[in-house]
């Protein structure tokens, strides 16, 4: 399923905001651009994490997966299916519904280039 578009409103409320955000870090830095780079990483840090959950939370995910899964990719197209997830494969998680984030239920383990061919057939690039 491909990424939902905002509609023209929806786009401008998001413009809103993203210049909100960027006037509150341009007053509270005052021209301090070292502050200023921290701040915005931070922000953007912390907006991803609300998407995405922290690191953390994705590594134990990812462990819970592959023994959920035993080390096997979930991929259906997947070249190398007896070939077992570990470090070297760089396993990634892959959301079945990108919007309902990294769960155990939206998620699955599969190889890193399943999941690149995975993001194809869904739409994404
Ligand atoms: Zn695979």
Redesign the pocket.
């Known amino acids: 399923m491909a990424n939902p578009r905002m509609s023209d409103d929806e786009l401008t409320t998001a413009r809103q905001i993203l210049n909100e955000v960027r006037n509150g870090i341009s007053e509270t830095t005052k021209g301090d651009q070292k502050f200023g780079f921290a701040l915005r990483r931070y922000v953007y840090k912390k907006l991803s994490y609300d998407e995405r959950g922290s690191p953390a939370h994705r590594a134990k995910l990812k462990k819970l997966k592959l023994i959920e899964q035993k080390g096997q990719?979930?991929?259906h197209?997947?070249?190398?299916?007896g070939?077992k997830?570990s470090k070297d494969?760089e396993p990634e998680l892959d959301r079945r519904d990108a919007i309902k984030g990294y769960t155990s239920e939206n998620t699955e383990i599969?190889?890193h280039?399943?999941?690149r061919q995975s993001q194809v057939d869904k739409g994404f690039q």
């Open positions: 990719c979930a991929y197209r997947c070249p190398v299916p070939k997830l494969d599969v190889h280039g399943c999941h």
